[in-house]
């Protein structure tokens, strides 16, 4: 098992954030999107906020418990679609990660 950690205040551009950042609150929300041909992928989202001393780690559900069909057979072709038209886009890829900047 191996863990690649993305510091996202480094990998998101300051100009998106500044774009993203609710005027009323100060909080900019973001959404990720990740595949692998050849692993299990488990986010983790670890929130640190030294000055009160606090930590919190969420973690999310994968999308295909809530939206994809019952059936394995109909949710593995859904699936392989979507992963096709990923490939489709040319999207570069990094097998470590990938950088959203």
Avoid at 7 to 18: S, T, V, Y
Avoid at 39 to 64: C, F, M, R, W, Y
Wanted: charged share 20%; hydrophobic share 45%.
């Amino acid at each position: 098992m191996t863990i690649q950690v993305l510091d996202l205040a480094r990998e998101i551009p300051q100009e998106a954030i500044c774009h993203a950042t609710d005027s009323q609150d100060g909080l900019a929300l973001f959404t990720f999107v990740a595949y692998s041909d050849d692993a299990a992928l488990a986010p983790l989202i670890v929130n640190l906020a030294p000055g009160l001393g606090g930590v919190s780690v969420e973690h999310t559900h994968p999308a295909q418990a809530f939206l994809m069909p019952f059936k394995d057979k109909d949710k593995n072709r859904v699936k392989g679609a979507a992963i096709g038209s990923w490939k489709d886009m040319e999207v570069a890829t990094n097998k470590g990660a990938c950088r959203v900047g």
